[in-house]
């Protein structure tokens, strides 16, 4: 005699020889589309919950209390995280002076593979296109000892 199994989604007794074919047929896979069209995912509470049970949970103790967990997380997380930016590179030491342009060196980056420098004009300049015909010729020199070094460099061109 063949084991026969119960089908939650048809709530149908069918016989283990014939499941496959059972999962497979047209009845069975209706009735799994009209159950999945019924059920809602609240992702609050992380539970499937059927349509016509939907405002009860939303009404309930536990998607309540859930909820406030929630809001008070958020409100904690707003709280601590400040907007001013905490990762501005500290320029302090002068790498260089040119009658022209100051140029300052920050500290290294973590991995330190590559300097960061501030290339500050003493005059006023309108444009960055005349430092950056000038940078050249200003750091020739310095700019072949850092990439010896270095496998990188950034710069910031300050404008005043």
């Not at 209390?65 to 904690?76: A, F, P, Q, S």
Request: aromatic share 4%; charged share 35%.
């Amino acid at each position: 005699m063949d084991k026969k199994k119960v089908c939650s989604v048809c709530v149908k007794e069918v016989s283990s020889s014939n499941w496959r074919k059972h999962l497979k047929s047209k009845r069975h896979q209706d009735q799994v589309r009209r159950q999945t069209d019924r059920q809602l995912h609240c992702w609050i509470c992380d539970v499937v919950v059927d349509r016509n049970d939907w405002l009860d949970h939303l009404n309930s103790s536990s998607h309540n209390r859930n909820t406030k967990i929630l809001r008070d997380n958020l409100l904690k997380k707003d709280k601590g995280v400040s907007s001013a930016r905490t990762n501005k590179r500290k320029f302090e030491t002068h790498y260089f002076e040119t009658d022209q342009y100051i140029v300052e060196k920050s500290e290294e980056a973590l991995e330190g593979c590559f300097l960061t420098l501030r290339v500050t004009p003493k005059r006023e300049i309108g444009s960055v296109l005349v430092i950056k015909e000038e940078l050249p010729q200003l750091m020739e020199e310095k700019l072949q000892k850092i990439l010896e070094e270095k496998l990188g460099l950034k710069l910031q061109l300050v404008l005043r």
